[in-house]
């Protein structure tokens, strides 16, 4: 049976990227694979919108997140994070292992955070070094306001580092415009690429506050990592060198397609998936401020959505992905990052649909597949 991959993570990884992996493996410390090295790190820059450099770490995207804390923040310091889900409340336990401080601001799930949450945080914990956030929170599939953000921090001297790992590649990201001093990614998601990847850039400000840390890294050690990739033009440690020459490939890909098509279609794709789950009789975790790389539908009361993802999958071939938390059993994920276009849309929703009614719940057949329709056809 054919598969499809609709989960917030990992995404599909195109068939050009998948032969780009599986040429003859080649050592990490020749100059072949400085080219490649150097070419990727490269074409990651406008992806993140900054002239900085982008570090490639063999990771996953929590790599990256352990990398910004343990060299942006001395044991001992404080930090506010943004808890709004999952991945919100990872910042806080990186902090705390570390010996960081840690001062959450707790939002709803599927809420963005407000501006004015933020400012009041920042006054009441005058030593914050830094603001920890998500661009997009996975997990409640919310967006939260950035730019607002980044020009709260720079009035306050406090670093901003944002989690993008389901926002890179799918939204415009403007990390030198709107003050961003730390961004990480990950490979699996809308850069097209198996897990094993993690990509951060920092700002002149962060690099500064780099240097002067003192507090202890190894395998994270951005310094050492930098100077290696951006005057050697090797990594520090052993790559996965696969990746790499997979992720010079898939950003090939989305740069020859434009960034602005890239974002137009996904904000279609979640566009179209959102109103099918509406006219399904379904509810939206985030309907004011919904992320567009996944789509999180809300069952009604005594339908377990533990049941639809295991309807989807193992029936029909179609996996996408259940809440986590207080969300479990609750909440429907469909991912639509990346390697996708807007008829994919209807494979998931003809899916849940059959799902759906194999497992009880009343609706018109067709309705969510009508409704994605509709709003494809809007496209131009």
Not at 159 to 183: N, R
Request: hydrophobic share 45%; charged share 20%.
């Amino acid at each position: 049976m054919k598969k499809y991959l609709f989960t917030p993570g990992p995404a599909p990884v195109p068939p050009e990227v998948l032969l780009e992996m599986a040429q003859p493996l080649i050592h990490h410390r020749t100059p072949e694979f400085s080219v490649v090295l150097d070419s990727a790190r490269e074409r990651m820059k406008p992806l993140y919108g900054t002239r900085q450099e982008v570090i490639l770490l063999t990771a996953s995207g929590t790599g990256a997140m352990e990398a910004a804390v343990t060299n942006l923040l001395q044991p001992g310091e404080e930090a506010i994070f943004v808890n709004g889900g999952k991945f919100g409340e990872r910042w806080g336990k990186l902090i705390e292992a570390h010996g960081g401080v840690a001062r959450e601001i707790k939002v709803e799930w599927g809420r963005a955070v407000r501006v004015e949450q933020v400012a009041e945080a920042l006054r009441a914990y005058p030593r914050a070094r830094a603001l920890f956030v998500q661009a997009s929170e996975t997990s409640s599939c919310a967006l939260h306001p950035i730019e607002p953000l980044g020009a709260l921090t720079r009035e306050r001297d406090v670093m901003l580092v944002v989690d993008g790992i389901t926002s890179v590649g799918v939204i415009e990201q403007k990390m030198d415009a709107w003050g961003i001093d730390a961004l990480v990614t990950g490979s699996q998601k809308a850069l097209m690429l198996p897990p094993g990847l993690a990509m951060i850039a920092l700002s002149e400000r962060a690099l500064e506050r780099m240097k002067k840390n003192r507090a202890p890294r190894y395998y994270f050690d951005l310094r050492r990592e930098l100077k290696a990739q951006c005057e050697e033009h090797i990594t520090a440690y052993t790559p996965a060198v696969g990746l790499v020459f997979g992720l010079r490939k898939s950003l090939e890909l989305i740069l020859a397609e434009g960034l602005p098509q890239v974002f137009a279609r996904h904000e279609l794709m979640a566009r179209a998936t959102r109103a099918a789950g509406v006219a399904l009789g379904l509810g939206l975790i985030a309907p004011d401020n919904p992320a567009p790389g996944v789509t999180g539908l809300l069952a009604p009361e005594g339908l377990d959505t533990g049941k639809v993802v295991r309807a989807m999958r193992d029936r029909l071939g179609v996996s996408v992905q259940g809440g986590q938390d207080q969300m479990k059993g609750r909440l429907i994920r469909i991912g639509h990052m990346g390697h996708m276009g807007p008829l994919d849309v209807l494979v998931v929703i003809g899916a849940l649909e059959i799902a759906l009614k194999q497992l009880g719940h009343r609706f018109a057949s067709g309705a969510g597949v009508a409704a994605a329709q509709a709003v494809i056809e809007s496209w131009n």
